[in-house]
């Protein structure tokens, strides 16, 4: 099941508990470019921000400003990297480019859509690419210049925090480069034909030609519905790296997890447990054999967020397993306080987000 759609270009080429908003941090700002569901949909369209702004709150590392281009000057030699942004259009699945890489500090900026997808794959998502263009002047001192280029687009894309999403590397003129570049823009679309008759689904989650979304986050899940809100918390995660960063393979070994933060909440013994089984996209996903407590509600014990299945009826929040992952990768995130201990040994219930589950 792929929910990764990063792209590298070539070198020329509830909660409804409300969670507060950490100033100078993190900002997932969702973008309606593409759509004409959600932003006409008033009820789906505010379950869609709240999970951006529950998604925001966790996240408390600040982001860097990015420019579209980073220079390296040495004498008369120079280069020059021309950034652009990729992402896929949520709307139809077609690739498109940003020719202005440039981004606010903070700002993580997320296309949103609505389009049929086929078999039990409620939603997709994940982290736009990076690509550039270069130019310059090779002269006497180019090596250098072109180190000074390397470190500055490190420091500019790089936004100074969080997850490397990816990673460029290569040469120019004989010299090397390696830019990983940070959290910036994503994509994330939602299945509109959720029984798959060929027709769209109705307005407002109603059963009208068959929807079984429930949009409203501010009401219980009926047991015949599945939360858009805890689906799209889900698929917010995967676009800021869970599942999908460079930072997150760096530390995913078979079906081992290697980071630290998530071998001491659940113990460096189960540390293998940590992800989902060797089913599709299982080292993108966690474990579902760990309750631990939700992020605003600590005395709350719930299965991880970003398992790869969801029941019917049922709403789930970020857990503080999903921050542990989180931290691990490379983001700083808001504490839960007093925690609960783990309880482990709880049968595999799956992953969340990507597969309808029926409710038992």
Known sequence: MENALRKSFCVSAVFVLGLATTADAADLVLDYTHDSFFSNNAVANAALQQAAADVSAALTTSLGA????????DGSSSLTFNFER????PTTGAPETLSNASASANEIRLFVGHRNLTGNTLAQAGPGGLGFSANGTV??????AAANANAAANANVGRGGGPTIGRLSGFIGGQPYNIGYGSTIGNVWFDSDFNNDGNADGVNGTILDGSRWHFDHTTAVPGDKIDLYSVAVHEMLHTVGFGTAASWDDLVSGQDWLGDSVAALIGDETQVDALAGTDSGGQAHASGAFMTSVLGDPSTMQTSIMTQTI?????KFITELDLAFLTDIGWDVTPIPEPMSVIAGLLGIGGLMLRRQAAA
Do not use: I, L, Q
């Open 86 to 89: 990729g992402y896929t259009n």
């Open 311 to 315: 029941s019917f009826g049922e709403r």
């Open 139 to 144: 002269g006497p001192t180019f090596a250098t």
């Open 66 to 73: 990015v420019s579209d281009s980073s220079t390296g000057v």
